[in-house]
């Protein structure tokens, strides 16, 4: 069982529609969770942090954390063609100061 | 530095070759990771240091594999006899700390190493 599970897309919709991406985790020792972006050729760049339960939002991004479901959410509002990207989930475990990434979901905002 | 440094941006090298990476971390994170990422595939964890040390190194592919850190800051990840599937982007990052739970985990990236090997 990999330890960081994402739904692998690839995942279109419409500019201005709300994306959703999901991610489950199997380590429970996982304290810290993080979602990055990935343009195509490009490293992946950290755009959010969750560590409690609940959600937590930043402008149009808004993650949501349930640890007793081992189960890791971004949603995505009014999206924009410059959202087109691969969206990794993450999660340090402190078991093992392992980083942890999914697969990846590749989201297209169609214009 | 600003961000995490990594040199050379791009390695051709020639199967059996010997190749060093270098990574430069943020200034002030002790916690440094090494991964590698293949064509269209996901994030591969090779190590992570806590300082100078690395607890743990059972994610690197093989023995040809190996890193060390050294004064707390800058990380070599070394590939001997490089071979044909050791091509991929090695990409590097740094955080604060390895502290639970906490915004010191948060781990940014370097523009990443593109190693082929021919």
């Known amino acids: 069982q990999k330890e960081v599970e994402q739904n692998s897309g690839p995942l279109s919709v419409p500019e201005g529609a709300i994306a959703s991406l999901n991610c489950t985790y199997s380590?429970?020792?996982?304290?810290?969770f993080f979602w990055y972006r990935q343009y195509s050729g490009k490293s992946p760049e950290l755009i959010m942090s969750?560590?409690?339960?609940g959600d937590k939002e930043d402008g149009r991004f808004t993650a949501q954390l349930n640890k007793a479901s081992q189960y890791v959410s971004l949603l995505i509002r009014d999206s924009q063609p410059s959202d087109s990207a691969t969206y990794l989930c993450a999660a340090y475990s402190d078991n093992d100061y392992k980083l942890s990434f999914g697969a990846g979901t590749t989201v297209t905002v169609r214009a | 530095g600003a961000g995490v440094s990594q040199s050379p941006s791009n390695k051709v090298t020639e199967k059996g070759k010997d190749v060093e990476l270098r990574c430069d971390p943020i200034s002030g994170h002790t916690a440094l990771y090494w991964y590698r990422q293949s064509l269209g595939q996901g994030l591969e964890f090779l190590i992570y240091?806590?300082?100078?040390?690395?607890?743990?190194k059972s994610g690197l592919p093989s023995d040809r594999f190996s890193a060390e850190r050294t004064g707390g800051s800058v990380s070599t990840l070394t590939i001997q006899r490089t071979q044909q599937e050791d091509s991929a982007v090695y990409l590097c990052?740094?955080?604060?700390?390895?502290?639970?739970?906490?915004?010191?985990?948060?781990?940014?990236f370097g523009q990443g190493t593109r190693l082929t090997v021919v």
């Open positions: 240091f806590q300082g100078n040390s690395a607890p743990d």
């Open positions: 990052a740094s955080s604060l700390a390895l502290v639970r739970g906490d915004i010191n985990t948060e781990a940014f």
């Open positions: 380590d429970r020792g996982s304290q810290s």
């Open positions: 969750i560590y409690s339960n």
